[in-house]
């Protein structure tokens, strides 16, 4: 299976947002900022990674599940390992 160009295009740009948002971090780290600024950014960069974990996931599931042909392709325990790593 392979995902979606088009939600990834979305997953993509957010995976980027993350990145710029821990750079921000580690710079606040490295600056001595406030601990709860560092902890308050450390946790929108940790929603965006799940956001994106998320988003990727089902994506997939949609592809299964449309892509099935009647033939039972969703492997349920798979995807609830997947969902499970991100909780």
Known sequence: ???????????????????GQLAGVLRMLE????????????????KALD????????SGMRQCLVESDGE???DVKKLEKLFLSLA
């Open 51 to 58: 956001r994106a974990g998320f988003a990727i996931i089902a």
């Open 1 to 19: 299976m392979e995902l979606d160009p088009a939600d990834m295009g979305k997953v993509i740009n957010r995976l980027k947002r993350a990145q």
């Open 31 to 46: 600056e001595g900022k406030d601990c709860a600024d560092v902890v308050t950014q450390l946790s929108a960069v940790s």
């Open 72 to 74: 039972e392709t969703l």
